[in-house]
């Protein structure tokens, strides 16, 4: 038997993903110059058949259909209301029999007869909210009919059941996990008492191999075989099995509730009677002592089980659905990248800034000021300016507003740089920008003028207390000191996930989703299931990435719309987790056309088996019929552009995370295909690489300048041509000033703002946010001891140092210092 990591080194080093097809053949050159691509980037596929089948993997697929699954219910559905069909009962007797299935979620679900029985009427469940395929006509009425069932399911108040029950069903499932795990300790120890010396260098490679989950036999030291033998020969448990029907039934319940105008709001419902565990603990005693009542959401739930699939040893969790569900629930919740869209040009409207007009920065005013320093004292034919001190480098404590006069025609100047400020005056205030700008020694100095505000009249409030919060700093607040732990597993997931990494033997378990049945004894696998093996793993992989990216996409994006320094503490973490070289190492495909058109899909194993012009709602209108988009791709090429060029715009430190050269050379694949995102994006990444390249570089690349002209937005003076020399002192300064910044705004707003008296800074926001305290709490933060130890110990958990967290691990650090070829 072969371990889990000999087998995914022999998948990865067996070719390249991208050139996989569905017929077996390879991509034919494509001259992306020339081909018109019609994808567009949304939040939701057009076609909800492909979001639903990225939902089930091939061999998952081939189980349902093996556990007749269409015989059972009917069965079942005859017994208890005399009814042959599912169609032919009325809303009250369909709502009837949903009761009597969940039901069955109140009894015990330890030993094998009760899972069993769990296990089957989940299914049930999934396949009412799947439609009833078997009494659809045609995809349009099984579609209808899911939707209407999941309508019932709402009705029924299913979703906190399937929540619990899925939160009991992954407890027992490690609780039975560490059993065997247990077992296969203390064997071991009773085989190592025999072992001679010559033993002893496998019993350490054991030791130093306990983070990789699901192994079960020992490890295959040669590390080669073909592709066929490592995916039939792959000795790995597979993933509950009820713990994916049930997220099955939520994804599901999901999409088809996701346009309801109150559902966003059932999906961050705290769930009564539910608990989270401390990971230092046994399970055992987890079970046993249920001391913290948080009761989470769906949301906290689903990251719960994120952080638990990273450190829990042995968990048969299905990652690539728990990440599904919590990007959609989260897109639902707080907004997709539509609504943030629209939301950015309703705040740009009222702040009178008109969308495609020139911009400006801060340092463009400073430096006028400051050049203009000779004519301030002028009466003569001049006009009186009050411009606020950040633009001038003077301190809050000296004063608040600068006065100066300036003749006409330097004051119509004046007056264009700071009508075209961007962001405008009204919504740097609103964000809490961190003003940052040179004084005359040349050294960073934030200013706090419009970060924080004190008003003598009114005792200020935290953000934490303060009424009516977006949905985002709700779900902020409640996970500030997570975001170290979801972030980093989010990008560890998305290490193991994309294929430009080929050799991937990190702790990371993707495979459990899509083990397939071992062939019996002396016969071979087939070549078609060699293929669908390879193929399922391919698609799998790149449906992972698809979500993950999506995740951190949507959470960078609301920060940065929400509040400055929640956008900062974020990046800041995916900086120093060594993003960078990560979403780098994703966009350098040898061959881009391959990868953006590559065919990682089975067309009869879909659970939807559309005709293959009809897949996506992105198909392009080649004269080459047999051309098609990989949406899932083009999807996770936009989010690392966008991730990357906003994790190091403004901060020119961290463009020496990769080499500028060879960070151009892996952008240049990309600045020639003709999609409107990827070209922008690409685009505006080179124009921040463009001051630390080479004349030389400059020179050979003009058709890349010059497109920069045409399609990037050029601030108003803008020196990106000029070459910028790195200067490692003081860029190293003003992220050492940015973390004390946002470890203060932290404490100050999330942490410890109730042992803090007398306060007098407190982060300023025009619109009133924070989190939905008890009235109580909200009239005044003069709190006793009782209340308190209350909050301390019932309400939220509190830590007293920094909320940065930065986790390192060793072997993801080895493999993303890796030179990208």
Not at 53 to 62: F, T
Not at 509 to 527: C, F, H, R
Request: with cysteine; aromatic share 10%.
């Amino acid at each position: 038997m072969e371990s889990l990591s000999s087998s995914t080194s022999s998948l990865k080093s067996s070719g390249d993903f991208s050139t996989v097809s569905s017929n077996g053949s390879g991509i034919k050159a494509i001259n992306l110059k020339e081909i018109e691509i019609n994808y567009q980037f949304k939040d939701f596929d057009d076609d909800i058949r492909n979001e639903i089948n990225e939902l089930y993997s091939y061999s998952e697929l081939g189980l349902l259909k093996k556990s007749n699954i269409t015989t059972l219910f009917y069965q079942d559905l005859f017994e208890y209301t005399s009814k042959t069909k599912w169609l032919d009962l009325n809303e009250i007797e369909k709502i009837d029999y949903l009761q009597h299935l969940i039901q069955y979620f109140e009894l015990s679900i330890k030993g094998a007869d009760n899972f069993n029985r769990y296990l089957i009427k989940s299914r049930f469940i999934w396949y009412i909210a799947q439609g009833v395929k078997e009494e659809s006509s045609d995809i349009q009425h099984q579609l209808n009919n899911s939707k209407n069932n999941c309508t019932l399911l709402r009705k029924a108040n299913y979703l906190p059941i399937l929540t619990k029950t899925l939160l009991l069903a992954s407890k027992i499932s490690n609780e039975q996990q560490q059993q065997l795990q247990q077992q296969n300790d203390n064997t071991t120890t009773t085989t190592t008492t025999t072992t001679t010396n010559s033993d002893k260098p496998h019993i350490s490679h054991k030791r130093n191999n306990n983070h990789l989950k699901n192994i079960n036999g020992p490890k295959n030291t040669t590390g080669t075989g073909s592709l066929s033998n490592s995916l039939m020969k792959v000795n790995v448990k597979r993933v509950d099995p009820l713990m994916a029907v049930l997220l099955d039934i939520i994804y599901l319940f999901i999409l088809n509730n996701k346009d309801e105008p109150t559902f966003k709001e059932e999906l961050f419902e705290p769930l009564d009677g539910c608990y989270t565990y401390n990971l230092n603990n046994s399970l055992n005693d987890n079970l046993n002592e249920l001391n913290s009542f948080d009761n989470p959401n769906l949301i906290s739930i689903m990251i719960q089980l994120l952080i638990e699939f990273n450190e829990v040893d042995g968990n048969l969790y299905p990652i690539k659905k728990i990440l599904m569900v919590l990007w959609r629930s989260l897109t639902v919740f707080i907004g997709g990248f539509e609504f943030l869209e629209k939301e950015k040009e309703a705040r740009l409207k009222k702040a009178n800034f008109k969308k495609g007009t020139s911009k400006t920065r801060t340092t463009d005013i400073s430096n006028f000021i400051k050049s203009t320093s000779r004519y301030h004292s002028q009466q003569k034919s001049s006009i009186l300016h009050k411009v606020n001190t950040h633009y001038l480098g003077t301190s809050k404590e000296y004063k608040d507003h600068d006065v100066f006069r300036l003749p006409t025609s330097l004051s119509d100047s004046l007056n264009v740089l700071q009508t075209n400020l961007y962001p405008p005056e009204q919504i740097r205030k609103e964000i809490g920008i961190n003003y940052y700008s040179s004084n005359n020694n040349n050294t960073t100095t934030p200013h706090t003028e419009s970060d924080f505000f004190y008003d003598p009249n009114n005792k200020p409030k935290p953000r934490i207390l303060i009424e009516n919060p977006s949905n985002f700093e709700r779900f902020y607040c409640l996970n500030a000191s997570n975001f170290s732990k979801i972030v980093i597993i989010l990008l560890k997931i998305l290490l193991a996930s994309t294929p430009v990494v080929k050799n991937y033997t990190g702790p990371i378990n993707l495979i459990a989703e899509i083990v397939i049945d071992q062939p019996t004894p002396g016969s071979s696998a087939s070549l078609y299931e060699t293929m669908q093996s390879a193929t399922d793993f391919f698609r799998h992989k790149e449906i992972i990435s698809k979500s993950t990216l999506g995740i951190l996409l949507l959470i960078v994006k609301h920060s940065k719309f929400n509040q400055h320094l929640q956008f900062e503490y974020i990046t800041k973490i995916m900086y120093e987790s060594n993003a960078l070289v990560l979403l780098y190492k994703c966009l350098n495909h040898e061959a881009v056309e391959k990868y953006l058109y590559s065919q990682n899909y089975l067309q009869s194993e879909e659970y939807f088996n559309i005709e293959q012009n009809q897949t996506s709602s992105n198909n392009n209108n080649s004269s080459d019929s047999n051309l098609q988009e990989n949406y899932r791709n083009f999807f996770s090429t936009i989010c690392s552009l966008k991730l990357i060029q906003k994790v190091m715009k403004h901060h020119p430190s961290r463009i020496s995370s990769l080499s500028p050269s060879k960070s151009a050379n892996i952008l240049k694949k990309y600045c020639i295909v003709n999609q409107q995102l990827i070209k922008l994006y690409s685009l505006k990444i080179m124009k921040n690489l463009v001051p630390f390249q080479t004349k030389k570089w400059k020179q050979i690349n003009m058709r890349i300048i010059s497109d920069i002209y045409l399609y990037v937005p050029i601030h108003i003076n803008d020196t990106w041509l000029l070459n910028h020399n790195y200067d490692p002192p003081q860029t190293d300064e003003y992220e050492v000033l940015l973390q004390e910044k946002v470890e203060e705004y932290h404490r100050v707003n999330y942490e410890q703002w109730y042992k803090t008296e007398n306060l007098d800074l407190v982060y300023k926001n025009e619109q009133v946010m924070g989190c939905n305290i008890d009235q109580d709490f909200l009239n005044t933060i003069e709190l006793s001891k009782e209340e308190r130890d209350a909050i301390q110990n019932d309400r939220l958990r509190y830590t007293e140092g920094s909320s940065i967290i930065f986790i390192n691990d060793s072997l993801e650090d080895e493999l993303l210092a890796k030179n990208i070829n």
